[in-house]
């Protein structure tokens, strides 16, 4: 069974940065293709980040240029740093395979707010 924990979330001022973080148990994580997922308020869930098992790294529109994903795959662990971050940002977060989702994890809140 898949297990996948998010942390590293939290309050920040706009302008701030955060670093996601996402262990994955299971035959899930060197073989798959990964992603950060958010799902903001009164909205649905979307796609914001995804990175092969060959590093290759595609974005949300949005956060292009702010947002980097990455991935250590001796750690079963992917990561997500954040920079210059809005509060349009403001969701909760989470990691799965990509582009085909498993189980889902607890998430992890980001707000940005001053």
């Known amino acids: 069974q898949v297990q996948l924990v998010e942390s590293g979330g939290g309050l920040v001022q706009p302008g701030g940065s955060l670093r996601l973080s996402c262990a994955a148990s299971?035959?899930?994580?060197?073989?798959?293709?990964m992603g950060w997922y958010r799902r903001a308020p009164g909205k649905q869930r979307e796609l914001v980040a995804s990175i092969t098992s060959g590093l290759k790294t595609t974005y949300k529109e949005s956060v292009e240029g702010r947002f980097t994903i990455s991935r250590d795959n001796a750690k079963s662990t992917v990561y997500l740093q954040m920079n210059s971050l809005k509060p349009e940002d403001t969701a909760v977060y989470y990691c799965?395979?990509?582009?085909?989702?498993?189980?889902w994890g607890q998430g992890i809140q980001v707000t940005v707010s001053s």
């Open positions: 299971g035959s899930i994580f060197s073989a798959y293709a």
């Open positions: 799965n395979a990509y582009p085909h989702p498993r189980q």
